[in-house]
């Protein structure tokens, strides 16, 4: 069974939309998550941290269930330029567990 | 935030060559340094784990005679595919931790003809 695993997508809205991804993840000891976003033929780029009580940065929420093991992604009123792929990030030790990412195009 | 860099950015070469990729901290100490690949469509791939000073740990199914890492300082590790093969062109970025968070390097595109 993968660390992490995310639906990959792709996710197809429109303009104004609202979206959300889930990732569930195996380790149960599992310390700290985070959301990244991935251009095409760059980098990760962390998009936000998930805490335990939810945490919302302008139209994007996160939200971690330890109980049921999994964080979703919650993006609101979707702009064109949200279109990347989002991947869900678990750290367990000293380790980093990346999902596969789930693609997102936001249609005009 | 932190800042990581790569060099190169890109790099073409013929089968058979080795090819070296630099990954370096700007503006922090890393003692932990970690190599990823990406293939096109795909996740991230840890390949091994860089320490300060000590050898590296590869991942499962990763050379290590093939892919060499040294981290020779607290703010530099290079990673060295040697022998390259068309099957080892690949997106390879490296990260360091800042205490909590990760950073990654803008990637280095390996191109084997």
């Known amino acids: 069974r993968k660390e992490v695993e995310q639906d990959p997508g792709p996710f197809n809205v429109p303009e104004g939309a609202t979206v959300a991804f889930n990732c569930t993840y195996s380790n149960s000891a599992s310390q700290s998550f985070f959301w990244y976003r991935q251009d095409c033929r760059k980098e990760p780029k962390l998009l936000m941290s998930v805490y335990s009580s939810g945490n919302e940065d302008g139209r994007f929420t996160a939200q971690l269930n330890r109980a049921s093991q999994y964080i979703s992604l919650l993006i609101r009123d979707s702009k064109l330029s949200d279109s990347a792929t989002y991947l869900c990030?678990?750290?367990?030790?000293?380790?980093?567990?990346f999902g596969t990412g789930t693609s997102l195009t936001v249609i005009p | 935030g932190a800042v990581v860099s790569q060099h190169p950015s890109w790099v073409i070469c013929k089968s058979g060559t080795s090819v070296k990729i630099e990954c370096r901290s700007l503006?922090?100490?890393?003692?932990?340094m970690f190599w990823y690949r990406q293939f096109p469509k795909q996740s991230l791939m840890l390949m091994a784990t860089s320490n300060e000073g000590s050898k590296a740990t590869h991942e499962q199914g990763v050379e290590k005679d093939k892919f060499l890492i040294n981290h020779a300082s607290l703010t530099l590790s290079t990673l060295t595919v040697t022998s390259a093969h068309p099957e080892d062109s690949s997106f390879y970025i490296c990260?360091?931790?800042?205490?909590?968070?990760?950073?990654f390097g803008p990637g280095t595109r390996l191109t084997v003809l």
């Open positions: 990260s360091a931790r800042d205490f909590y968070e990760q950073f």
């Open positions: 503006d922090f100490q890393a003692t932990t």
């Open positions: 990030v678990v750290n367990a030790g000293n380790q980093f567990y």
